[in-house]
């Protein structure tokens, strides 16, 4: 089966920077996705990574290990629309569907 | 480009009562289609994936149905609604790998 850890809460101060961490166990892994949810509101794709290594996008960065079953997400100069939820996901070979993680609530404060 | 609709964006529905959700995705064909649900604070639960017209895939047994009557239609419905399947209800389409999402519509069973 598929397992997706990562913490629940966080939080951080405006203009810091902050590291979310997952890891998963799956078998055919085909992707490690992160998405951005604001309370109320759709998840946002974010980035994806299927080879090891950091991918960068402005603010936001993300990693994988596919050795180590483990990602984390990046988030520089931090603004206080960054409060949000971000979710962890990972796609299989084996299915056509992505399993999330619970999500990690994170607060940035003034 | 392609975009999803979702629609209704609130609903509130009485115990008992049928459901019909519906889901369509413009700018794109054969894409495969989901319908997530998102408890209040917890993570995103697969409920259905399609592939194909009539195909379609229940990951959770429960009291609802999904249905893909055209290609890009996706309708999640139910005959007598629980309490417990008040929720956040997500729509949602991929083409390659990365997973899109409707707005979403907030389900209240009363």
């Known amino acids: 089966g598929q397992n997706i850890d990562q913490p629940t809460e966080m939080t951080a101060t405006e203009g810091a920077i902050v590291q979310i961490n997952c890891t998963y166990q799956?078998?055919?892994?085909?992707?490690l996705f992160w998405y951005q949810q604001h309370a109320g509101e759709a998840p946002t794709f974010l980035s994806y990574n299927v080879l090891d290594g950091l991918e960068e996008k402005g603010r936001f960065s993300s990693f994988l290990s596919r050795s180590k079953g483990y990602s984390y997400l990046l988030l520089k100069e931090l603004q206080m629309k960054d409060s949000a939820s971000y979710l962890c996901a990972v796609g299989s070979y084996n299915t056509d569907k992505l399993i999330f993680g619970t999500g990690t609530r994170l607060q940035v404060f003034p | 480009s392609q975009t999803i609709h979702q629609w209704p964006a609130t609903l509130v529905q009485p115990v008992g009562s049928p459901l019909s959700l519906e889901c369509t995705v413009e700018g794109t064909s054969n894409p495969n289609l989901y319908w997530y649900r998102q408890a209040a604070g917890r993570g995103l639960q697969l409920l259905f994936y399609?592939?194909?017209?009539?195909?379609i895939s229940s990951e959770v047994p429960q009291n609802l149905s999904a249905s893909r009557p055209q290609d890009r239609q996706f309708i999640l419905s139910s005959k007598k609604l629980l309490l417990s399947d008040s929720g956040f209800y997500l729509c949602a389409w991929s083409r390659t790998d990365v997973v899109y999402f409707g707005a979403g519509t907030r389900l209240s069973v009363l």
């Open positions: 399609s592939v194909g017209i009539g195909q």
């Open positions: 799956t078998s055919g892994f085909n992707g």
